[in-house]
């Protein structure tokens, strides 16, 4: 073996049996050491993904749905009023003027557009789905070079750099139609650096725990990617509460908002400039990387629907995603209480929610039955109380509780995608993955944008997505045992020349295993 723990195809057939002893019984069996081994990721790796994902969430938190639509507003002509008169709004709450005045320019004031009229929540709708369809064509394309050659590390510096720097402009012109090819292409460009991102992901599982394992081994493989899945999750949400909080301090620094928003927009292409430290520090090419990618065919893409399991995930991916836009009348400090809730809670409720899993010994499917709970739960009490006043204690509690479900499906949803990719087609599947999630997230965002003064019509229309999330994944009979199976991740123990792959479940020891692991009686490799 080599210094990483690397095996020729020539060395495999000259290369003795690993003997694996547990107490005094010894078994051979075959080393596995084909196309599917992966180098063990180390700490700066793992540590550098966590960082994209700290530097890269909040595109889709926060940027598009919040800072954008309010840059957009900026653009539009308001008469001059007394900012510090109350006026009541339409559920006959006092309000400053000044706060209802920011709402009023986000839903009420159109942007005329030919013969239609669009709000700035609307505009900002239809400029996320061009950039969808944009970047659908460009996934395709990209989903075999994901998969084929050694240019991973170039495409998804490239995404990003674009991305980034269609940030820094968003206000150089105050003008409305400048944004639709600015939030486009950050949209594009966001979709295709996630599926970038959520392939290295799998590769960096196999990397910890092998491919193709025994049964007995998928809690480890559950355990690990359940364990940087989440924690990743929770970076992100750091990043999205900072540029959150950024966004309320330059809302209120001065009058020129337009400006200061504008600041906003800089500082966020800067943050995600930053993620490029993790990509031009791993290298990750795949298992098919000597191989060229004009030889593979271009039905690459759609062989997701070869895996039902695959393909069923995606429908939890799609509906995971709900917004709400109401015209409670709250202070302004509170809204800054209920963003930094919204992303701060989930930095203690996920990586809580891993040792949760250990205990219940809970796939992911299971833990996004969870969160599709607790979702439906905050928007049933939501549309049943939808007609009350409520303090600002009920919107913080139900912010954590939905940004903890929030970030459940989304953490879990990626380890379920994880399961049902083969090796070597990770690139194909992470752009299903990606771009559903955004599409799901741009359809939650439109509909609550349709509807901002009906909160009830935004309750329900999040219940009833949650409640059909959780029919699809129960009655579609998803399972991540049964995915990794059919994606040639997992062997039964039975099986003749079963192999078996003796890489650790840890990063440097700092990835526990599983419940079953711990149990488990040590055992050592020895050649």
Same mark, same amino acid.
């Given at each position: 073996?080599?210094?990483?723990?690397?095996?020729?195809?020539?060395?495999?057939?000259?290369?003795?049996?690993?003997?694996?002893?547990?107490?005094?019984?010894?078994?051979?069996?075959?080393? =596995?050491?084909?196309?599917?081994?992966?180098? /063990?990721?180390?700490?700066?790796?793992?540590?550098?993904?966590?960082?994209?994902?700290?530097?890269?969430?909040?595109?889709?938190?926060?940027?598009?749905?919040?800072?954008?639509?309010?840059?957009?507003?900026?653009?539009?002509?308001?008469?001059?009023?007394?900012?510090?008169?109350?006026?009541?709004?339409?559920?006959?709450?006092?309000?400053?003027?000044?706060?209802?005045?920011?709402?009023?320019?986000?839903?009420?004031?159109?942007?005329?557009?030919?013969?239609?009229?669009?709000?700035?929540?609307?505009?900002?709708?239809?400029?996320?789905?061009?950039?969808?369809?944009?970047?659908?064509?460009?996934?395709?394309?990209?989903?075999?070079?994901?998969?084929?050659?050694?240019?991973?590390?170039?495409?998804?510096?490239?995404?990003?750099?674009?991305?980034?720097? =269609?940030?820094?402009?968003?206000?150089?012109?105050?003008?409305?139609?400048?944004?639709?090819?600015?939030?486009?292409?950050?949209?594009?460009?966001?979709?295709?650096?996630?599926?970038?991102?959520?392939?290295?992901?799998?590769?960096?599982? #196999?990397?910890?725990?092998?491919?193709?394992? #025994?049964?007995?081994?998928?809690?480890?493989?559950?355990?690990?990617?359940?364990?940087?899945?989440?924690?990743?999750?929770?970076?992100?949400?750091?990043?999205?509460?900072?540029?959150?909080?950024?966004?309320?301090?330059?809302?209120?620094?001065?009058?020129?908002?337009?400006?200061?928003?504008?600041?906003?927009?800089?500082?966020?292409?800067?943050?995600?400039?930053?993620?490029?430290?993790?990509?031009?520090?791993?290298?990750?090419?795949?298992?098919?990387?000597?191989?060229?990618?004009?030889?593979?065919?271009?039905?690459?893409?759609?062989?997701?629907?070869?895996?039902?399991?695959?393909?069923?995930?995606?429908?939890?991916?799609?509906?995971?995603?709900?917004?709400?836009?109401?015209?409670?009348?709250?202070?302004?400090?509170?809204?800054?209480?209920?963003?930094?809730?919204?992303?701060?809670?989930?930095?203690?409720?996920?990586?809580?929610?891993?040792?949760?899993?250990?205990? +219940?010994?809970?796939?992911?499917?299971?833990?996004?039955?969870?969160? =599709?709970?607790?979702?439906?739960?905050?928007?049933?009490?939501?549309?049943?109380?939808?007609?009350?006043?409520?303090?600002?204690?009920?919107?913080?509690?139900?912010?954590?509780?939905?940004?903890?479900?929030?970030?459940?499906?989304?953490?879990?949803? #990626?380890?379920?995608?994880?399961?049902?990719?083969?090796?070597?087609?990770?690139?194909?599947?992470?752009?299903?993955?990606?771009? +559903?999630?955004?599409?799901?997230?741009?359809?939650?965002?439109?509909?609550?944008?349709?509807?901002?003064?009906?909160?009830? /019509?935004?309750?329900?229309?999040?219940?009833?997505?949650?409640?059909?999330?959780?029919?699809?994944?129960?009655?579609?009979?998803?399972?991540? =045992?049964?995915?990794?199976?059919?994606?040639?991740?997992? #062997?039964?123990?039975?099986?003749?020349?079963?192999?078996?792959?003796?890489?650790?479940?840890?990063?440097?020891?700092?990835?526990?295993?599983?419940?079953?692991?711990?149990?488990?009686?040590?055992?050592?490799?020895?050649?």
């Amino acid at each position: 073996m080599g210094e990483n723990g690397e095996t020729s195809c020539d060395q495999v057939e000259q290369a003795p049996t690993l003997k694996i002893e547990r107490g005094k019984e010894e078994e051979a069996y075959i080393l =596995f050491a084909g196309n599917n081994h992966e180098e /063990k990721p180390t700490k700066t790796e793992v540590f550098g993904w966590y960082l994209y994902g700290m530097c890269s969430y909040f595109i889709h938190t926060v940027l598009i749905p919040i800072v954008f639509p309010l840059i957009l507003s900026q653009t539009v002509s308001w008469p001059s009023e007394p900012q510090q008169s109350l006026v009541k709004n339409a559920r006959g709450l006092e309000c400053r003027q000044r706060e209802l005045q920011l709402y009023e320019m986000l839903t009420n004031h159109k942007l005329k557009v030919s013969i239609v009229e669009f709000s700035a929540l609307e505009w900002t709708s239809v400029s996320w789905l061009i950039g969808l369809i944009l970047a659908a064509p460009v996934l395709g394309i990209l989903s075999i070079h994901l998969d084929y050659g050694r240019n991973q590390r170039f495409i998804f510096a490239a995404v990003t750099a674009v991305g980034a720097v =269609f940030c820094l402009p968003a206000g150089f012109f105050k003008t409305r139609w400048i944004f639709p090819p600015y939030i486009a292409a950050v949209v594009a460009a966001n979709t295709i650096a996630g599926a970038c991102h959520a392939r290295h992901l799998g590769l960096m599982v #196999r990397g910890l725990v092998g491919s193709p394992i #025994r049964k007995s081994q998928f809690p480890d493989r559950r355990a690990v990617a359940s364990w940087l899945s989440l924690h990743s999750t929770a970076a992100g949400c750091l990043g999205a509460a900072i540029i959150s909080a950024f966004t309320y301090h330059m809302l209120g620094k001065s009058d020129d908002r337009f400006t200061s928003l504008w600041v906003v927009a800089i500082f966020s292409g800067l943050t995600w400039f930053i993620g490029i430290l993790h990509i031009i520090s791993t290298n990750r090419p795949g298992p098919n990387a000597n191989l060229p990618p004009n030889s593979v065919p271009k039905t690459h893409v759609i062989s997701i629907f070869k895996y039902p399991h695959a393909t069923g995930s995606l429908a939890g991916v799609f509906l995971s995603r709900n917004f709400v836009i109401g015209d409670l009348c709250v202070t302004p400090v509170n809204i800054l209480y209920n963003w930094l809730t919204y992303f701060i809670f989930p930095l203690i409720s996920l990586p809580l929610a891993y040792p949760l899993q250990l205990i +219940m010994k809970a796939d992911a499917v299971k833990m996004q039955l969870l969160g =599709f709970l607790l979702s439906a739960a905050v928007s049933g009490f939501g549309f049943y109380y939808h007609h009350k006043t409520w303090n600002k204690v009920h919107i913080l509690i139900f912010a954590a509780v939905q940004s903890s479900a929030t970030g459940l499906l989304h953490a879990f949803g #990626r380890v379920l995608w994880l399961d049902c990719s083969p090796a070597g087609k990770e690139g194909a599947f992470s752009v299903w993955l990606s771009w +559903m999630r955004a599409l799901g997230t741009c359809a939650g965002f439109a509909l609550a944008s349709a509807f901002p003064g009906n909160i009830s /019509k935004s309750f329900g229309i999040a219940f009833c997505a949650a409640v059909l999330g959780k029919i699809v994944l129960i009655f579609g009979n998803i399972s991540n =045992f049964a995915g990794a199976k059919a994606a040639g991740h997992v #062997r039964e123990h039975s099986e003749k020349g079963s192999p078996v792959i003796t890489l650790g479940s840890s990063v440097e020891g700092k990835v526990p295993l599983s419940t079953e692991s711990q149990e488990q009686e040590e055992v050592r490799v020895q050649l």
